[in-house]
């Protein structure tokens, strides 16, 4: 499966902005991940393909919306009030085989096998 993500860009702190990231075909649970520079890749959020369960990491609960349409294979991430701690790339990630329904599983990188390119978000102070 293949992922083209969009969105991203300069934003204000306090603002908002969207992302979506489209699959060339199906996935199970899609996620998206950030890496800001010099850090290692963080969780962010994760949706699951059957019950569209979501999850997300403590510091963007509350703030960013995961969401998903499967009929376009196609994941979106909604981010309020947003920060300078944000900024970083985000990618989206996608499962091609089942990988459960916990919060557990679907925020480790090494449950995701297709990866975008990654679009960069950032947030001035």
């Known amino acids: 499966v293949q992922l083209q993500a969009s969105g991203g860009g300069l934003v204000q702190a306090g603002g908002s902005l969207g992302l979506s990231c489209a699959a060339s075909?199906?996935?199970?649970?899609m996620s998206w991940f950030r890496q800001a520079p010099m850090k290692g890749r963080e969780f962010v959020a994760a949706v699951s393909w059957s019950r569209g369960a979501t999850f997300y990491a403590d510091s963007v609960k509350g703030r960013f919306t995961i969401s998903r349409d499967n009929a376009k294979n196609t994941v979106y991430l909604q981010m309020n009030s947003l920060k300078p701690d944000d900024t970083a790339v985000y990618y989206c990630?996608?499962?091609?085989?089942?990988?459960?329904?916990?919060?557990?599983?679907?925020?480790?990188?090494?449950?995701?096998?297709?990866w975008g390119q990654g679009t960069l978000v950032t947030v001035s102070s």
């Open positions: 990630a996608a499962a091609t085989r089942y990988s459960g329904n916990s919060y557990s599983r679907l925020s480790r990188l090494a449950e995701y096998d297709s």
């Open positions: 075909g199906r996935a199970y649970s």
